[in-house]
C-alpha cells in the first residue's frame, strides 16, 4: 500500500474541517449539561444550542425555529418523510418521489407502504435527471400527500430540477421534501421546497448530526412518540458538542463553496476526459454539465466493482461504488439501475478540501493498469 493514502470519498464522509475539530474541543468544556435546565451549566449549554442553530438557520437562510437538529442525515430523512405524510394523512396516502432518492428516503417509504400507503417512483434519464413531465403528472394525482425529490443525486452528482419541481408541487399544493445532504456546505438549494434535511458529515462536520428544516405553514406531525425537545421534531438529548462543530464548520463550508467548486470543477472534469479516453469499455455516468462539482462516477465493464475497490485501496485511495449505503447487499445499484446505465465495476470519485491535483494526478496515472489487471485475471485481454 502507498505511503501516502489517497481519500476519494467525500460523498460518504468529508474529512473533519479543521473549524469542527475546534469548536467541538471547546464545547466539550462548555457544553455537556442539558441545555434544558436551569442552572448555571444547563444556561451556558442553552446558548451553545442557540448560536448554533442560529448561525445554521442563517446559513441555510431559514427561520431558527424551523431548524431542528437530529442525531443523523438518515434520522432526519425519515422524520421528513414520515412526518409529512403523517401531517396529511387526510389528503391522502400517496408519496411521490423520484427512483434515485437515497436509501433513507426508500425505506421510510417502504414503511409507510407496509402500513397501508402508496409509494410512487418518478423515473429519470440515462444522465440521471428526473422526468418533469411524469414528475407534473404523478404530483397532480388525487390523493398526494407529499413529494420528495433528492437535491443531487449522491450516486452520479447530477443536479435535479428542484426548482421545476416545486413549482409543480406549489401549483398543486403539495409540499416538497429536498433530501440536501450532498448540496448543503457545497452547492446553492433551490428554493420552494416545504421540509429539507442535511448531514453533517458530509461537509466535513461530525459524524451523528442532521439536520431537520419544516418551514412555517407547512403541516407535519413528528412520527415519534411525544417528546419535549428540538420542538418535538426529533427525540432525545443531543450531543451538543457536535452540533455545536457542525454549525461552525458548516458556516466556514457555505464560506468557501464557490472557490471549492472552481477548484474541485475542473478536477472532476479531467477526471471524466482521461478515464474515458484511457480506459476501454468504460462508462462515465450522470450529467457532464448539471453536476455537482465534486463527484464523479464511472462504470468498467469486465470488471468486478468490489475486486475493485479492494485493487485500488491496495494502491492507497479510498474510493466508493455504486451506492454506498447498499454496498454491502451485493446488488446493483438502485441508482445506476433506474438510469439505465451500466453498473458493473462502478467506481464513485468524491473529492474534498484536502484533495489535490496530484492526488487526481496518481489515481488517473494508476487507474488503467489496475483495471487491466483485473481483467487479465478473470482471463479478458485484448480490450
Not at 479516453?277 to 454539465?289: I, L
Not at 491535483?357 to 482471463?379: M, N, Q, S, W
Request: proline share 6%; with cysteine.
Amino acid at each position: 500500500m502507498s505511503a501516502s493514502p489517497v481519500y476519494l470519498d467525500a460523498a460518504t464522509a468529508a474529512p473533519l474541517h479543521p473549524v469542527a475539530r475546534q469548536a467541538l474541543l471547546a464545547a466539550l468544556d462548555d457544553g455537556w449539561a442539558d441545555p434544558g435546565k436551569l442552572y448555571t451549566q444547563a444556561r451556558r449549554a442553552r446558548q451553545l444550542l442557540d448560536a448554533a442553530r442560529a448561525a445554521t438557520a442563517e446559513t441555510l437562510g431559514v427561520r431558527p425555529d424551523e431548524l431542528s437538529f437530529t442525531g443523523s442525515g438518515t434520522s432526519a430523512a425519515h422524520a421528513a418523510v414520515l412526518g409529512g405524510l403523517a401531517g396529511r394523512r387526510r389528503i391522502g396516502p400517496i408519496l411521490v418521489h423520484s427512483e434515485i432518492e437515497h436509501s433513507a428516503v426508500l425505506h421510510a417509504a417502504e414503511r409507510h407502504t407496509a402500513a397501508g400507503g402508496t409509494a410512487l417512483g418518478v423515473p429519470v434519464d440515462r444522465l440521471g435527471r428526473l422526468d418533469v413531465a411524469a414528475w407534473d403528472t404523478a404530483v397532480r394525482a388525487p390523493g398526494v400527500a407529499l413529494a420528495a425529490l433528492i437535491a443531487a443525486s449522491h450516486e452520479v452528482g447530477t443536479l435535479q430540477p428542484v426548482a421545476e419541481a416545486a413549482a409543480t408541487c406549489a401549483d398543486a399544493g403539495v409540499p416538497l421534501y429536498v433530501d440536501a445532504a450532498q448540496a448543503v456546505g457545497r452547492a446553492p438549494v433551490p428554493a420552494g421546497w416545504s421540509v429539507l434535511t442535511a448531514s453533517a458529515h458530509k461537509w466535513g462536520g461530525p459524524a451523528g448530526v442532521g439536520l431537520l428544516v419544516v418551514r412555517k405553514g407547512t403541516r407535519w406531525e413528528s412520527p415519534w412518540p411525544a417528546d419535549e425537545r428540538e420542538s418535538g421534531r426529533t427525540p432525545g438529548a443531543l450531543n451538543l458538542p457536535a452540533v455545536v462543530a457542525a454549525a461552525a464548520s458548516l458556516r466556514a463550508a457555505a464560506a468557501d463553496a464557490a472557490a471549492e467548486a472552481a477548484r474541485l470543477a475542473p478536477l472532476v472534469d479531467r477526471i471524466r476526459a482521461r478515464v474515458a479516453a484511457e480506459v476501454p469499455d468504460v462508462e462515465v455516468v450522470g450529467d457532464p454539465d448539471h453536476r455537482l462539482p465534486h463527484l464523479v462516477t464511472f462504470s468498467c465493464l469486465y470488471v468486478d466493482g468490489e475486486a475493485l475497490l479492494h485493487a485500488l485501496d491496495r494502491r492507497g485511495f479510498a474510493v466508493s461504488s455504486g451506492s454506498s449505503c447498499t454496498s454491502s447487499t451485493l446488488r446493483p445499484s438502485h441508482v445506476l439501475e433506474a438510469m439505465g446505465v451500466l453498473s458493473h465495476g462502478n467506481v464513485r470519485i468524491s473529492l474534498h478540501r484536502e484533495t489535490t491535483e496530484a492526488d487526481v494526478e496518481r489515481f488517473l496515472t494508476e487507474l488503467p493498469a489496475i483495471v487491466a489487471d483485473l481483467r487479465a485475471e478473470a482471463g479478458v485481454v485484448g480490450l
